[in-house]
């Protein structure tokens, strides 16, 4: 199982946005990943590997984390960046995902 | 660029069978042993469940709460897959998106379609 928090995050343009994703139990971070989503559009990968940035996606996200507990940062939010973000593993052939983290414009 | 279409019908009465195809452009679904092709779905106000995914030679990997009722296949010359799942009640209803799995020494998701919703209902 993975549990995210916050559940809503409320910021402005330009704060810092930080977003857990934990896992019930150690899991590899080769298979965690990081995905924003906004309403009506196809899911986009950020983070593979628990740390390492998807093609073309900016620097001020980053992805961190080991064992049990993963953290995806966003430096300085840009106005696009408000969206809802998962996190995913693969665990005894399984794919599982997190139940997302909203951050919304305050 | 890859672009994965997911298509079928947007309603199927309870007991039925969904259908639904993931149209690949862009590349050949057979070009690489790194690749998967997975199907996700989202039901309202739920996060994502994995329900599968196939290899390009046919061999396939179901979610066990879904194993019984599901089957995902693949078209390579029409450069698709599909799945159908069967016995199909409300709870089924959902977006499907389909998605490239990259399965190599990492594992995620990195091209999805924009997904498409299905409603069970009478």
């Known amino acids: 199982v993975l549990t995210q928090s916050p559940g809503t995050l409320s910021l402005s343009p330009g704060e810092r946005a930080t977003l857990s994703c934990r896992a019930s139990?150690?899991?590899?971070?080769?298979?965690l990943a990081w995905y924003q989503h906004k309403s009506g559009q196809a899911p986009s990968l950020l983070i593979f590997?628990?740390?390492k940035r998807a093609t073309g996606i900016p620097d001020r996200f980053s992805g961190s984390g080991s064992g049990t507990n993963f953290t995806l940062t966003i430096s300085r939010l840009e106005p696009e960046d408000f969206a809802v973000y998962f996190c995913q593993h693969y665990v005894d052939s399984r794919f599982i995902f997190g139940p997302g983290s909203k951050v919304e414009i305050k | 660029q890859l672009r994965l279409q997911e298509s079928g019908p947007g309603l199927v009465k309870p007991s039925g069978t969904l259908s639904l195809t993931c149209s690949v452009s862009g590349d050949s679904i057979s070009s690489s042993s790194s690749y998967h092709w997975a199907w996700i779905r989202q039901s309202p106000g739920k996060g994502q469940e994995w329900i599968g995914h196939?290899?390009?030679?046919?061999?396939?990997f179901y979610n066990p709460s879904l194993k019984s009722r599901v089957l995902i296949s693949v078209d390579t010359p029409k450069n698709q897959f599909s799945l159908k799942v069967n016995s199909v009640t409300p709870a089924d209803t959902a977006v499907y998106y389909c998605?490239?799995?990259?399965?190599?020494?990492?594992?995620?998701?990195?091209?999805w379609g924009k997904g498409t919703t299905v409603a069970v209902s009478s």
């Open positions: 139990q150690s899991v590899s971070s080769s298979y």
């Open positions: 590997g628990a740390s």
């Open positions: 196939i290899y390009y030679s046919g061999t396939t």
């Open positions: 998605a490239r799995l990259v399965a190599q020494y990492y594992y995620y998701m990195d091209v």
